[in-house]
């Protein structure tokens, strides 16, 4: 799918990008096993500014897919699916304060504002362990996570992969960025 800088997608785009994802849907029904499709493009038809973000998450290598429904408010959860970090959202550091705080060799993005600018929020820790449940991601690469104010406020960032069969939390300085780190999306539809 070709970048556009409007947060529409043209029908094309849309067409595709729902065929992506209807087919992710239909070969990862472990990832939602009581639910159906046709529910889910409804809400996504009635979205439009979410189907651009997730479009946004598919376009940077997230591979999106549904992992849960909330019955209450109806709302579907799509979080990246890819086997490894987003390699579209690789080398970021955690936020803007710390891009800023680096003098030198700056990484080109920080996770917080890509994510902002993409419509979508970082797993939290939590979210991250659910989504280890459903699969085996990050086996090679790492993925920042939503980090309490408290560790942030110190310096820190949080971030996540699964190795020997075990989910791992880290904490890094908030200003560090690795080839192998990216960061992970939720959007709730």
Same mark, same amino acid.
């Given at each position: 799918?070709? %970048? ?18 209807? /087919? ?5 029904? $472990? ?14 038809? !009635?979205?439009? =500014? ?8 598919? +376009? ?15 709302? *579907? ?9 987003? +390699? ?5 550091? *955690? @936020? #803007? ?17 890509? !994510?902002?600018?993409? =419509?979508?929020?970082?797993? /939290? ?10 699969? $085996?991601? @990050?086996?090679? /690469?790492?993925?920042?996570?939503? /980090? %309490? ?7 820190? !960032? ?18 560090? *960025? *690795?080839?192998?780190?990216?960061? #992970?999306?939720?959007? #709730?539809?």
């Amino acid at each position: 799918m070709k %970048p556009s800088n409007k947060k529409e997608l043209s029908p094309e785009q849309r067409q595709e990008l729902l065929g992506v994802l209807k /087919t992710r849907f239909q070969n990862n029904m $472990n990832r939602h096993k009581s639910l159906e499709w046709a529910p889910v493009l409804a809400k996504l038809d !009635a979205n439009a =500014g979410k189907l651009w973000s997730l479009c946004e998450m598919e +376009k940077t290598g997230g591979e999106p897919d549904v992992v849960g429904h909330d019955n209450r408010t109806g709302e *579907y959860f799509f979080y990246d699916c890819s086997q490894e970090s987003p +390699k579209g959202r690789r080398s970021f550091c *955690y @936020d #803007r304060e710390a891009l800023d705080s680096r003098k030198e060799h700056k990484p080109k993005n920080n996770a917080l504002d890509a !994510a902002a600018a993409m =419509g979508v929020e970082l797993l /939290t820790e939590e979210e991250y362990r659910g989504l280890q449940k459903l699969g $085996n991601f @990050d086996l090679k /690469t790492s993925s920042w996570v939503k /980090t %309490p104010p408290a560790v942030r406020k110190l310096g820190g !960032a949080l971030f996540c992969d699964r190795r020997f069969d075990m989910v791992f939390v880290y904490h890094n300085g908030a200003e560090s *960025y *690795y080839a192998g780190r990216a960061f #992970r999306g939720s959007l #709730r539809v």
